[in-house]
Each structure stands twice: as structure tokens, then as C-alpha cells.
């Protein structure tokens, strides 16, 4: 029902910042649960950042709180990751990632897993030197 394209990565300095965006089609943007997700060749999927469907409530991995932030603007029917403080570990190809929720509009699940999740990007690749 919606695809997810992710763009924004490059390479960067440590330190330094990047911002990520996921645009998704179709008009039912705003019934979807966001998140991205990071993934380094041979290694699993891991969950970085989740956002609930109106964009007042998130969840971080503990490795990025602090650094990372998750907004989204339904409006224009996009997620964003604003990346500071960038480190080499967080080299990985990034996914956009969304889940169906007709709930509450505030929800955001806790840390959710590869599999919570409904519809995936293609991922925008991420890459800090030291």
C-alpha cells in the first residue's frame, strides 16, 4: 500500500551530521507507525529510531539517544533522521521503515523488531570515517 524511499546518506567526518528523509506514497501516510532501522554488511537489522503517527512520541536505541532525532511531517508524507554527533560505528545502510497502526495516534512501540514492521526502503547507505 506504500513505498518508502530513503535519501540523505553520504560520507561524513566523525563528528559530523547528516540528515535522512523517507518519502513515502500514497494518502494513508499518517496511519503508519515510522522507524529506521540500520543494518552493516553481514550483520542483522538492528532498530534505531521509531516515531508514532502524529510525531509527538519517539523511541531511540540507546546507542544513538542524544545524537539522533526522529521527526515526521505528514504533510508532505515524510520521515526525517537528523544524525549528530556522528560516529564510525554507525556506519551502515539505513532503512525507512513503516508499520499499519489504526490505534491511538500517539502510540510508538519500544524498540520494535525487523519483523514489527510492515513496509521497508531500500536503504541510503551511511558511511563515517575517523
Known amino acids: 500500500q506504500v513505498q518508502l524511499v530513503e535519501s540523505g546518506g553520504g560520507l561524513v567526518q566523525a563528528g559530523g551530521s547528516l540528515t535522512l528523509s523517507c518519502a513515502a506514497s500514497?494518502?494513508?501516510?499518517?496511519?503508519?507507525?515510522m522507524g529506521w532501522f540500520q543494518q552493516a554488511p553481514g550483520k542483522e537489522r538492528e532498530f534505531v529510531a521509531a516515531i508514532s503517527r502524529n510525531g509527538g512520541n519517539t523511541d531511540y536505541a540507546d546507542s544513538v539517544k542524544g545524537r539522533f532525532t526522529i521527526s515526521r511531517d505528514n504533510a508532505k508524507n515524510t520521515v526525517y533522521l537528523q544524525m549528530n554527533s556522528l560516529k564510525p560505528e554507525d556506519t551502515a545502510v539505513y532503512y525507512c521503515?513503516?508499520?499499519?497502526?489504526?490505534?491511538?495516534?500517539?502510540?510508538?512501540?519500544?524498540?520494535?523488531?525487523?519483523?514489527?514492521?510492515?513496509?521497508w526502503g531500500k536503504g541510503t547507505l551511511v558511511t563515517v570515517s575517523s
Open positions: 521503515a513503516g508499520k499499519l497502526a489504526l490505534g491511538e495516534s500517539d502510540y510508538v512501540p519500544t524498540h520494535p523488531n525487523y519483523y514489527a514492521m510492515g513496509y
Open positions: 500514497g494518502r494513508t501516510f499518517s496511519l503508519y507507525v
